[in-house]
C-alpha cells in the first residue's frame, strides 16, 4: 500500500511519526485527561507542520492534501487523541472557508488557522438534529447589516477551546423552508455562549453552544445564502475519510501492544503468543487494520485526483476503518487478560476513545445509507 504513496507522501507520513513519538507521547504523558485545548498543546501542534495539508499553499498551508490529512491523523490518533480532536477540527471548521469563503475572508481567517493561532470548530449537530440535518433549528434572520442567529448547537468537538467556527443555520424562504447557510462566527461575539461542557467517556473539548440573538456581520456569510447544505456535505466528505485514518491509528497502537503483551506474558509454562487462540486474534487485528488503510489510502488519492467515487469511497473507508478498529482494540483487551481492563492501561484508554468514532461524522447507519445511496443511483 506504501507504493500508492510518493516520495513526498512518504516523507511527510515519516515527519508525522517522528512528531507523535518524540513530541507529542512525552506531552500526552504529561497532560493526561483534558477536556479543552491547553496552551502547550496548541503550540506543540502549530508547530508541528501537521496543519499545513489542510489549507492551500496561498493561505499560509503546504497545500490541501486529503493523502496527508490522513498520514497526520494516523500517526497522532493513537498516542493522543484529544490532539488528533483538535487538527480535525481546524479542518471541519477551516475546510468550509477554503471552499466558500470569498478572497477577504480566506486572508482575514486562513492563515491564522494554518498557523495554530486560533482555532476553529465546525457546528451542525443541534438537540433535535443529528443524523437528520434538515431537522435543524437554528435560524438567522436578517437585520440591517448583520444576520441574528437563535439556537442551540450541541456535541461541538473543540467548542470550549475555539477561538471560532463555522455554524450551520436554516436561512428559509418561501421556495426553500429548509435551506441552511453558512455563517462565520468569533468568539466574543455577544450572544454566543457555551452552555453546557459535556463529558464524554474518553478525553474531548465538547460542548453545547447556546446562541441568544448572536448578532453576525453579513459580511461573515460563507458562501451564498442557502449554500450551507452542500457546503456541510462537501466538508464531511473530505474529513470522514480521516476519521478512518484516526481509527486505523488507534488499531495499530492496539496491535502493537497486543504483540509486545503476548511476547512477553507467561501462561501454562508458555509465551501466550503460542497459543493459536492468541495468535490468531494478532493475526485478525493485522488484517482488519490492513484492509482499513487500503480503504482510507484510496479514498484519500480518490479526493486529491478530484475523482467523482471519492465520496463513496470515503463513507466506505470511514465506516470500515472505525468498525475494524473497534474490533482490534476489543481483541486487544483480550489479549491484555485482566491488565486490559486496568484503567490507565493504553489498550482500556483506547476502548473508550475509539467509541465516539464509530458515532461521528455519520454513524456506521448513516454510512450505508449513503453507500446504498450510491449503488442505487449507479447506472448499469
Ligand atoms: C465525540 C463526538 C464529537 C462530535 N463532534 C461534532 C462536531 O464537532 N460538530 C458537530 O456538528 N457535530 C458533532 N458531533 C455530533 C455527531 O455528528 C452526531 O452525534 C451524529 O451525527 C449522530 O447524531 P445523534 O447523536 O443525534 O444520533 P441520532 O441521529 O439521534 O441517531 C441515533 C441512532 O439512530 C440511528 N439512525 C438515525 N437515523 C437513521 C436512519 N435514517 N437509518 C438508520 N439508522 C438511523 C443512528 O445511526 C444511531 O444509531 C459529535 C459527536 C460525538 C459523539
Known sequence: ???????????????????A??????LAKKLGDINDVPQE?????????????LFPEAYGGTGLSAVRICLAREAIAGVYAPADTTLAMQGLGGYPIVLAGNEDQKKKYLPKLAAGQRLTTFCLTEPEAGSDVSAIQTRAVADGDHFVINGRKRFISNGFSADMGVVFVKTPTAEKPNALSAFIIEKGMPGWNVD????????????????????VPKENLLGPVGGGFKLAMQTLDLMRMSVGAAALGMARTAMERSIQYARKRVQFGQQISKFQGVS???????VDIEAAQCLVY???IKK????????????????????????????AIQVHGGMGVVKGAVVERLYREIRPLR?????????????ANHLIKQPK
Open 280 to 286: 490468531f486474534k494478532l493475526a485478525e487485528m493485522a
Open 196 to 215: 453546557w461542557r459535556i463529558e464524554l467517556m474518553a478525553s474531548h473539548d465538547i460542548v453545547e453552544f447556546e446562541f441568544n440573538n448572536l448578532r
Open 21 to 26: 513519538s518524540q513530541t507529542l507521547a512525552p
Open 304 to 331: 486529491d485526483r478530484s475523482d467523482p467515487a471519492a465520496s463513496l469511497s470515503s463513507s466506505i473507508a470511514k465506516l470500515h476503518a472505525t468498525e475494524a478498529a473497534f474490533r482490534c482494540i476489543d481483541q
Open 41 to 53: 498543546l496548541r503550540t506543540c501542534l502549530a508547530e508541528s507542520g501537521l496543519y499545513g495539508p
Open 1 to 19: 500500500m506504501h507504493s500508492l504513496l510518493s516520495q513526498e507522501d512518504l516523507a511527510f507520513k515519516a515527519h508525522c511519526e517522528a512528531f
Open 298 to 300: 484510496l479514498a484519500a
Open 359 to 371: 458515532v461521528y461524522e455519520g454513524t456506521t447507519e448513516i454510512q450505508k445509507l449513503i453507500i
